[in-house]
């Protein structure tokens, strides 16, 4: 397996990005996706939004000195909010100048059908704007709409986008749509070019995501059926909602990298 894995710093939710990528880079992973979640996580500071160039390339270099490259950054909770096009264009700028390809996101929060006409009409202004900036956005697992292979299939060939794709999270779709991820990834599949694996922990629709090989998943089923997926991989660690200490965090990080280890992946 030649992918690209690492980890999102959304596993990092109380801690600063220093904490972070010291974390990941100790456990041996190589890969780090920055989350900028405005109000939730905050680990690209100044925000894109207000950042200048040397601000990326300050942040590019603090990945280095943690012998990480960055490869994806994680722009959530700005679509379909008051100039969310705007805003996320201000991430693929960001993107752009740190020479990262990937950026993922939430949909935005739907409430009501309209909802989603309006995040066909943002997605396509996106989509142009994204493939001036050659970067893909891949449109997550999460919520209640987009949160299982078919729908998030559908969504993407009614886009019809090729710098629109999906990141499929393989326990998303376990506690927002209430599959299992080995029943309903091959929907998915012809349209993914980022990957979630989280675990999880005990059953369908419970917020339980621990360490790898901690839980329910069939992760030799899984890579087995992902065996000719090429793009980019994110370890993902929640726990139970509860917050956890740095040391906890940082143990389910290296736990993690060690299941991937031990199956080959890393």
Not at 29 to 56: N, W
Not at 73 to 95: M, P, Q, W
Request: aromatic fraction near 10%; include cysteine; hydrophobic fraction near 40%.
């Amino acid at each position: 397996m030649n992918n690209k894995i690492g980890v999102v710093t959304s596993t990092y939710p109380n801690y600063n990005a220093d904490e972070a990528l010291a974390g990941v880079s100790a456990a041996s992973f190589k890969y780090v996706e920055l989350a900028s979640a405005p109000s939730y996580f905050e680990h690209i500071l100044p925000r894109p939004e207000e950042a200048k160039e040397s601000d990326v390339q300050d942040l590019l270099k603090k990945c280095a000195s943690y012998n990480l490259d960055l490869y994806c950054i994680a722009g959530h909770t700005r679509l379909l909010t008051e100039n969310g096009v705007a805003k996320f264009n201000s991430v693929l700028d960001y993107a752009d100048t740190a020479a990262v390809r990937f950026v993922t996101t939430d949909v935005g929060e739907i409430k009501v059908e309209d909802d989603k006409r309006r995040f066909y009409n943002d997605i396509a202004q996106i989509a142009d704007y994204a493939q001036s900036k050659n970067v893909i956005v891949c449109l997550e697992m999460h919520g209640s709409w987009c949160n299982n292979g078919k729908t998030g299939a559908e969504i993407i060939q009614k886009v019809n986008h090729p710098n629109i794709r999906l990141n499929y999270d393989i326990a998303n779709v376990s506690f927002y749509g209430g599959v299992w991820a080995v029943d309903d990834i091959k929907y998915a599949l012809p349209y993914m070019d980022f990957m979630h694996i989280k675990e999880v922990g005990s059953e369908l629709k419970k917020w339980d995501f621990p360490a790898l090989g901690e839980g329910k998943v069939d992760f030799n089923k899984i890579m087995e059926l992902i065996k000719d997926y090429t793009g980019p991989i994110s370890v993902e660690i929640e726990f139970d909602g509860k917050e956890r200490s740095l040391e906890e965090i940082n143990t389910a990080v290296k736990k993690s990298h060690s299941f991937l280890s031990e199956l080959g992946y890393v």
